[in-house]
C-alpha cells in the first residue's frame, strides 16, 4: 500500500489530453512539501519528468505539465504520443516517517 | 554528461550477502547526495537507503535497517550498498540516483541492477 495514491492506469488516444492524479494527506503533500513526477519505460531508467510540482528540467516537452493543490496534485499530458506510453510514479515526502520519500503506486498510461 | 552505473547485482541464496556498487560520472559527486532505491517484480518504487555527500547523513527504509549499509568513497565517485541477511522480499531492480541539491527529488537514475534471492 503505497502512501500516495493514484490510479493504476489511465489511457488516451494519440493528441488527446490525459491527466494522472496523485492524492497524500495532512503529513506530506498536505503538509506543503513538493511534488515529482518521473516517467518509467520498461527496461529503463525513471526519468524526471516534473520537480517542484510544475516545473520541467531541461528537455522535457511542455506537453508535460504539473500541479498541486491541497492534498493532491496532477499530472497532464497533452497532445498523447505513442513514446508517451510509460509508466508515471508521483514522489513527495513525508513528516511522519523517518526521512522517508514517499512515492505513488504508479500510473500504466496506455496509448490506444 | 552525468552518469550513473550500478553493478553487483545477481542470484543470492536466502540469508546470504551482496554487494551493489554505482559509479558516478560528469558532476562533482561529493557536492550531491545519493539514495537507492528498487522495484521489486510488478510493485513500485520504493526508497532503500539515503547518504549525504559526506556521509554525516545516513538513513534507511524501516524494510532494511539493520541488514542494509550504504558508504561512499568519494575518491573514486562511487556509492555502495552491503545487503546482509538478504529475504525473498529483496528481490528488485536496484537503482542510485543523484538528489538534486538542496532538494528530496532525483535528478538522474542508473540504469539498475537486478538482485534476486533465491531459496
Known amino acids: 500500500q503505497s502512501v500516495l495514491t493514484q490510479p493504476p492506469s489511465v489511457s488516451g488516444a494519440p493528441g488527446q489530453r490525459v491527466t494522472i492524479s496523485c492524492t497524500g494527506s495532512?503529513?506530506?503533500?498536505?503538509?506543503?512539501?513538493?511534488v515529482h513526477w518521473y516517467q518509467k519505460l520498461p527496461g529503463t531508467a525513471p526519468k524526471l519528468l516534473i520537480y517542484?510540482?510544475?516545473n520541467r528540467p531541461s528537455g522535457v516537452p511542455d506537453r508535460f505539465s504539473g500541479s498541486k493543490s491541497g492534498t493532491s496534485a496532477s499530472l497532464a499530458i497533452t497532445g498523447l504520443q505513442a513514446e508517451d506510453e510509460a509508466d508515471y510514479y508521483c514522489q513527495s515526502y513525508d513528516s511522519s516517517l523517518s526521512g522517508d520519500v514517499v512515492f505513488g503506486g504508479g500510473t500504466k498510461l496506455t496509448v490506444l | 554528461e552525468v552518469q550513473l552505473v550500478e553493478s553487483g547485482g545477481g542470484l543470492v541464496q536466502r540469508g546470504g550477502s551482496l554487494r551493489l556498487s554505482c559509479a558516478a560520472s560528469?558532476?562533482?559527486?561529493?557536492?550531491?547526495?545519493m539514495i537507492w532505491f528498487r522495484q521489486a517484480p510488478g510493485k513500485g518504487l520504493e526508497w532503500v537507503s539515503y547518504i549525504s555527500g559526506r556521509s554525516e547523513t545516513i538513513f534507511y527504509a524501516d524494510a532494511v535497517k539493520g541488514r542494509f549499509t550504504i558508504s561512499r568513497d568519494n575518491a573514486k565517485n562511487s556509492l555502495y550498498l552491503q545487503m546482509n541477511s538478504l529475504r525473498d522480499e529483496d528481490t528488485a531492480v536496484y537503482y542510485c540516483a543523484r538528489a538534486a541539491g538542496g532538494s528530496n527529488y532525483f535528478d538522474h537514475w542508473g540504469q539498475g541492477t537486478l538482485v534476486t534471492v533465491s531459496s
Open positions: 517542484g510540482n510544475d
Open positions: 560528469g558532476f562533482r559527486f561529493n557536492y550531491y547526495s
Open positions: 495532512s503529513s506530506n503533500i498536505g503538509a506543503g512539501y513538493d
